[in-house]
């Protein structure tokens, strides 16, 4: 049986995942290198310190700039390789030591950036998790990872001991590592603690993300590098076309491209960033945007849209059951009133029996707008309040007949409105969900 089969790719992604704190341990274990390193660092008295990297690398040298700035007191700021590597630019080096991070340790341009560096008379640090690597090789000094093997595609445990090492790099080179070592201790039970405590919400969480194409991953100050692995991370291993941004990048123009297929990741955590990630996120759920959260600083991820949710906040939310609609079985409610805002589930073409109606698209179309407007009028609302609505159809060839049943139900001006394709089980052609806005609102 091959081992490239995509549950068994999975298994091992998740059985790494599962490692990370034991991992984090080993790296604790063998501090004394990155101890050693960030010593040598601070006796060089630098202006500041180049990190380069690629890929979840790189994502890892993000948190590098914030981790010697914070812990270190000295600025750091990931170089480009290209300058060096490809352009042949020179700079002067002696006063600005070399953090250069690699998995591997075997990816070309990395390793050439390191020889150049040193032999420009800078300081270079190795961070890999192969010793006997190119990189091990090139740099004047090693800091291990520790990590053990690593054979799913997508990094996991080489990721956190990078930020693990980083932290010890930047700690030692500002005089004072101890207190470092001793919370990433601690940081290894509460990760095994998280991950048996998160394995099933996940999966949970992870349904509505189920039809997404795109993503933007928000983020700001440290968490600004998750943001970005996270992004890659579902690039990869999911085929989401995800985007990481700042919360302030958020605002300038990608804002207007969300819509409720168009989910958004926030990664919120109790630092002096939090409340521009909380800004950020009410302004996303003005757009009825879905929004998952990492929930480090909020135990939901749904706020009201017309203020900044604060700690303790328990937003309003009514689930509703129409008369005439079968009950769900499913962990869902087919209404939800919150504030001003009506949500509807996904609504199928299935009678009051639960059975799926006879006949082709347009009886479909029918049912489910039938069944649309139950749910709607269930949170007093009907078809004038609908402002978005969102369409799957199995086949793009019933478009035409679809929309010939679906405008007998809308006037204008329409409802804003996405049609994707999609695949739906058990006969179902067409699948509709709507957002409104109740008449109290709306008047």
């Not at 040298?61 to 270190?72: E, I, N, P």
């Amino acid at each position: 049986m091959s081992d490239s089969r995509p549950d068994i790719a999975g298994a091992r992604f998740q059985a790494e995942l599962v490692e990370q704190p034991d991992a984090l341990l080993r790296l604790l274990d063998g501090a004394a290198a990155a101890v050693e390193a960030g010593r040598a660092i601070r006796r060089r008295r630098p202006r500041f310190v180049r990190l380069v990297g690629h890929g979840s690398s790189d994502n890892a040298a993000v948190y590098g700039t914030y981790a010697f700035g914070l812990l270190g007191g000295i600025p750091g700021f990931r170089a480009s390789i290209s300058l060096s590597v490809y352009y042949g630019a020179e700079h002067e080096l002696d006063r600005s030591p070399v953090v250069a991070l690699s998995q591997s340790g075997r990816t070309p341009d990395v390793v050439e950036y390191v020889e150049r560096a040193r032999r420009g008379g800078a300081l270079t640090i190795g961070v890999t998790n192969e010793l006997s690597s190119e990189l091990a090789d090139a740099a004047e000094l090693v800091v291990p990872l520790h990590a053990g093997p690593e054979r799913a595609v997508a990094a996991t445990k080489t990721y956190v001991n990078q930020l693990g090492a980083l932290a010890l790099l930047a700690a030692a080179a500002g005089g004072d590592e101890a207190p470092i070592a001793d919370d990433l201790g601690r940081t290894a039970a509460l990760l095994a603690e998280t991950i048996e405590r998160l394995t099933t919400p996940a999966g949970e969480a992870a349904r509505a993300l189920v039809f997404a194409g795109r993503l933007f991953a928000i983020g700001r100050g440290v968490e600004f590098a998750t943001a970005r692995e996270v992004a890659l991370k579902l690039t990869e291993t999911c085929r989401i076309a995800a985007e990481p941004l700042t919360t302030t990048d958020l605002s300038h123009g990608p804002v207007a491209a969300l819509d409720a297929l168009f989910p958004v990741w926030a990664m919120a955590t109790r630092d002096p960033c939090l409340p521009t990630v909380l800004e950020a996120a009410a302004r996303v759920r003005m757009s009825a945007v879905s929004i998952p959260t990492d929930r480090s600083a909020s135990r939901r991820s749904h706020w009201q849209p017309d203020r900044h949710p604060e700690e303790g906040d328990q937003v309003a939310r009514d689930a509703l059951f129409p008369d005439g609609l079968v009950r769900p079985k499913a962990p869902y409610s087919p209404v939800v009133r919150s504030g001003d805002h009506v949500y509807t589930a996904g609504q199928v073409g299935l009678d009051a029996n639960g059975t799926l109606v006879a006949g082709g698209i347009a009886e479909q179309t029918r049912q489910v707008l039938a069944n649309l407007r139950a749910c709607l009028q269930a949170a007093g609302c009907t078809f004038d309040d609908v402002v978005k609505v969102n369409v799957f159809l199995v086949d793009l060839v019933d478009f035409e007949a679809f929309n010939d049943v679906y405008r007998s139900a809308f006037s204008e001006p329409y409802p804003v409105r996405t049609t994707v394709q999609a695949g739906l089980p058990g006969g179902i052609r067409v699948e509709i969900e709507a957002v409104a806005r109740t008449p109290r609102a709306t008047s």
